[in-house]
């Protein structure tokens, strides 16, 4: 079951292009990814594949998840380009309503945000539940507006601070422990083509 609205507004925005991101995977999961031993990964959100690319030829196998199956079809095709196509297996999923079945090393959530309603906290409480034992959680949000728009700007997003994301998720001490909370500048490029910081929120939790 998906929600009509949240499904076709994805489906509208990557037919818009050929292409909406850049390929490359996002820096946070190069930077807490690079020195993981290869498992099996579950990557939330996957929009064209980019992250599950990049962990699927660092040697994991990766279960990718969007809502918009354009989005899948594009990466499947490009997975298959690069080698990695049987590695990966994308399933279409929207969060507010069913969660891929399995264990996982790694969960990765890059950006989860939404223009349509989604209950962050539940999809994140699920994907907690599907790290096994010794494996992560990683989550990262935008810690604050693109630095070319005006905070004030209708954004639509609301910019929770990373501890209170961890707060919300309520898991157990006795079975997790923080590996990071953080929220890290990186540079971007404006619209303009100048430089600019954009600020992320980054978690990082283990199961133990």
Not at 59 to 69: F, L, M, Y
Not at 156 to 177: Q, R
């Amino acid at each position: 079951m998906s929600s009509p609205d949240a499904k076709q507004h994805w489906e509208e925005r990557y037919s818009e292009r050929n292409r909406i991101w850049s390929g490359r995977a996002n820096v946070r999961l190069v930077e807490v990814g690079s020195d993981l031993e290869p498992g099996v990964a579950l990557d939330l959100g996957s929009g064209e594949g980019g992250d599950a690319m990049w962990l699927a030829e660092k040697g994991w196998r990766v279960v990718a998840v969007d809502i918009a199956e354009t989005a899948l079809r594009r990466a499947a095709t490009d997975a298959v380009t690069r080698g990695v196509g049987d590695r990966i297996d994308f399933q279409q999923h929207d969060l507010s309503h069913s969660f891929p079945e399995g264990e996982f090393d790694l969960v990765n959530a890059q950006f989860l945000h939404s223009t349509f309603p989604l209950d962050r906290t539940a999809i994140f409480r699920a994907a907690a539940q599907a790290v096994r034992p010794g494996g992560l959680l990683l989550i990262v949000d935008h810690g604050t507006p693109p630095p070319w728009l005006s905070e004030l700007h209708d954004h639509h997003h609301t910019f929770t601070p990373p501890e209170e994301v961890v707060a919300a998720l309520n898991l157990p001490d006795s079975e997790w422990e923080p590996a990071q909370i953080s929220t890290p500048m990186r540079e971007v490029t404006t619209p303009d083509g100048e430089p600019a910081l954009w600020s992320d929120n980054v978690i990082v939790l283990r199961r133990r």
